[in-house]
């Protein structure tokens, strides 16, 4: 079975530039997450939807970053403009439902370095 | 305070030693908890759910003092293959799937 896939893997930009992550979750998760990690950092949620819902984007700075889960599959997350401080990796990952007996499995992340 | 704090490491051990790690969480709420392991690189990954009871699996035992708010992994007989990032996590929300991660403790397994 295919893991959470995502693209690009890197990601370099010039500051106030807009960039995007695409993020496909696993087949038959209704439950995608996007997660911010800075180095030496645990993630941290940015954004989690139920099918195409958003449900908690309480930590998602709207100012410049938009999320999107068109038709509750595929997912993508938009940065713009990108500061210095965006610099981090960027992962999503899936779970079958949202209760906490489902795991959730990450994505490989996009690595994001904004100059 | 963060959520969950624990000790960032490194912890530099030889193979076959056994390691512990801590992990305190500051929600006395906190529902559930888990040990991820994050290799150099790559994504986190599931490494066991930590139980009430306590909890072991294979040379990984984890345990839980809701009192203490303090949880722990225990590794015996280390392997250069064990060598990651280790993520204490704590969902601190009856009924849905949020997670709060740690900064992670690395550990690095040397022959």
């Known amino acids: 079975e295919a893991g959470v896939v995502q693209s690009p893997r890197y990601k370099i930009i010039e500051k106030k530039q807009p960039v995007a992550f695409w993020c496909n979750p696993i087949s038959g998760h209704n439950t995608l997450y996007w997660y911010l990690q800075n180095l030496g950092q645990g993630p941290e949620l940015l954004i989690r939807y139920e099918n195409e819902e958003a449900v908690d984007d309480s930590q998602l700075p709207k100012d410049r970053f938009s999320a999107e889960r068109l038709k509750g599959v595929d997912s993508t997350l938009k940065i713009q403009p990108a500061e210095l401080g965006d610099s981090a990796v960027y992962l999503c990952?899936?779970?079958?439902?949202?209760?906490?007996?489902?795991?959730?499995?990450f994505g490989p992340g996009t690595r994001l370095t904004v100059t | 305070r963060k959520e969950v704090e624990q000790d960032p490491g490194p912890f530099n051990v030889p193979e076959g030693a056994t390691v512990a790690f801590n992990c305190t969480y500051s929600?006395?709420?906190?529902?559930?908890f888990f040990w991820y392991r994050q290799d150099c690189r790559k994504e986190p990954k599931l490494l066991m759910s930590?139980?009430?009871s306590g909890n072991e699996d294979g040379r990984f035992t984890a345990q839980l003092n809701r009192a203490s708010q303090y949880i722990s992994l225990l590794i015996r007989d280390s392997k250069l293959s064990d060598s990651a990032t280790y993520l204490c996590?704590?969902?601190?929300?009856?009924?849905?799937?949020?997670?709060?991660f740690g900064a992670g403790t690395r550990l690095a397994v040397h022959p």
């Open positions: 930590v139980y009430s």
């Open positions: 929600n006395s709420a906190s529902q559930s």
């Open positions: 990952a899936s779970s079958l439902g949202t209760e906490v007996s489902y795991e959730q499995y």
């Open positions: 996590v704590v969902n601190p929300q009856w009924g849905y799937n949020k997670l709060i």
